[in-house]
C-alpha cells in the first residue's frame, strides 16, 4: 500500500471505525484514541497490507483494541462511576445514530454479541468477514448474531410492553 493509498484509506474507513468503536465503547474520546491506534497499525504494515483488505484489517485491529480495552476495565475499579450514578440512557443519548431504545438494548448484550450485531446490520460486514475480524469460525458468528438478535427482540418487547 502506498502513502497515498494509506490517506485514501483514511478518508474512507475513519468515520466508520469511529462510529463502530463508538457504539462499543460509549466513550467519544477512547473511540477516537482506538480509531487513531488503529490507523497507527495501519501504517506501520502498510507495506504488507493490500489496499483491498485495509478495512477489514483496520475493524480487526479495532476489535480487537476494543477487547483488550473492555478486559482492562473489567478489572478496574468504577466506585466513582457508581457515587456519580451510572451514564446509562445519558451515555445512550449521545450516541449519534441508534435511538436511545435501541442503544440501552445494545448495552444489555454481551461484548461479542454486541460487536458481531453492529458488524453484521450496522456495517454490512459478511459473516465470513466478521469471522475473520473476531477471530471466530463463521458457524459461531452465525450463532451470536442469532442470539443476539432474540434478546434484542425480548428487551424490545418487554420495553414496548411498559410503554
Not at 81 to 98: C, K, M, R, V
Not at 128 to 140: K, N, R, S
Amino acid at each position: 500500500m502506498t502513502p497515498k493509498e494509506y490517506n485514501h484509506c483514511v478518508e474512507l474507513y475513519a468515520d466508520r471505525v469511529y462510529r463502530f468503536m463508538l457504539k462499543n465503547t460509549r466513550e467519544a474520546a477512547e473511540a477516537e484514541d482506538m480509531v487513531q491506534n488503529a490507523f497507527e497499525v495501519l501504517w506501520r504494515n502498510h507495506e504488507k497490507v493490500e489496499v483491498d483488505k485495509a478495512r477489514s484489517y483496520l475493524f480487526s485491529v479495532s476489535h480487537h483494541q476494543m477487547i483488550d480495552s473492555l478486559r482492562k476495565n473489567k478489572r478496574m475499579s468504577y466506585t466513582e462511576e457508581f457515587a456519580e450514578g451510572a451514564a446509562g440512557p445519558a451515555a445512550a443519548a449521545n450516541s449519534p445514530d441508534l435511538s436511545p431504545t435501541l442503544n440501552n438494548a445494545l448495552e444489555q448484550l454481551s461484548e461479542i454479541q454486541r460487536s458481531v450485531v453492529l458488524l453484521r446490520d450496522y456495517e454490512g460486514y459478511s459473516y465470513d468477514e466478521i469471522a475473520q475480524i473476531t477471530e471466530l469460525t463463521e458457524a459461531q458468528v452465525k450463532v451470536y448474531i442469532f442470539r443476539a438478535r432474540k434478546k434484542l427482540q425480548q428487551i424490545l418487547v418487554s420495553i414496548d410492553r411498559i410503554v
